[in-house]
Structures are given as structure tokens and as C-alpha cells.
Nanobody
Framework: QVRLVESGGGLVQAGGSLSLSCVAS????????MGWFRQAPGKEREFVAL????????YLGDSVKGRFTISGDNAKNTVYLKMSSLKPEDTAVYYC????????????????WGQGTQVTVSS
């Protein structure tokens, strides 16, 4: 069984920064990368970022490009999300998950989701 645990969420003012971490433990089979999604109340889960382990390729959602950075350590099954220039619309529960294959922004191509960490950006 695989367990993912996110940490680092909290309350921050608009324009501020916050960093999230996610560690996967257990049998992380077919782990091609790790990614982040977020979900605001009443909205669908939205792709935020992905890092693939093969070449360290990263992908970012359009709404966070230029503000967020994803990094990770395959050997440690750990992924990080550094968020800068935060906006109130970034407020959401942030989830990490293991990427299996296919379109990187499609939620169905991820599995073994963490429990999420709340990020709140005040205006």
C-alpha cells in the first residue's frame, strides 16, 4: 500500500510565498513522476504541476506558470512545490499524487492521492 503525505500548507497574504512537500512511502510501483493538483470549494480538481523522473521534465498549469516551481527527489519519493506571488484565487486544498502515464493534466492518470493540505491566501 502506498501512502502520500503532504505538508507545508497554511495561511499567507497575497503576494507571499509558501512551500509544500509530499513524501510517498510504501510500494510505489510504476512511479513515473509525482504531481500536484488543487481543489477549491465547489470546483473541480485542477492540475498544478508534475515532475517526471525519467528526465526531470516538469509541467505547470497555465494559472501558475511563472509563479510556482516543482522539484523532487526520485530516490526519496519526495516532491516539492514552491509557490510565489500567491493570489487569493490560489486558495484551495493541494493534493499530491503519483503519475502513471498519459496526459499529464488529466486527473485520471494519477493514483495514490494524499489527504491534501490547505493553502489559504488572504487579500
Amino acid at each position: 500500500q502506498v501512502r502520500l503525505v503532504e505538508s507545508g500548507g497554511g495561511l499567507v497574504q497575497a503576494g507571499g510565498s509558501l512551500s509544500l512537500s509530499c513524501v510517498a512511502s510504501g510500494r510505489t510501483r510504476s512511479n513515473y513522476g509525482m504531481g500536484w493538483f488543487r481543489q477549491a470549494p465547489g470546483k473541480e480538481r485542477e492540475f498544478v504541476a508534475l515532475i517526471t523522473w525519467s528526465y526531470g521534465t516538469t509541467y505547470l498549469g497555465d494559472s501558475v506558470k511563472g509563479r510556482f516551481t516543482i522539484s523532487g527527489d526520485n530516490a526519496k519519493n519526495t516532491v516539492y512545490l514552491k509557490m510565489s506571488s500567491l493570489k487569493p484565487e490560489d486558495t484551495a486544498v493541494y493534493y499530491c499524487a503519483i503519475y502513471s502515464s498519459g496526459m499529464y493534466s488529466y486527473v485520471g492518470n494519477y493514483r495514490d492521492w494524499g489527504q491534501g493540505t490547505q493553502v489559504t491566501v488572504s487579500s
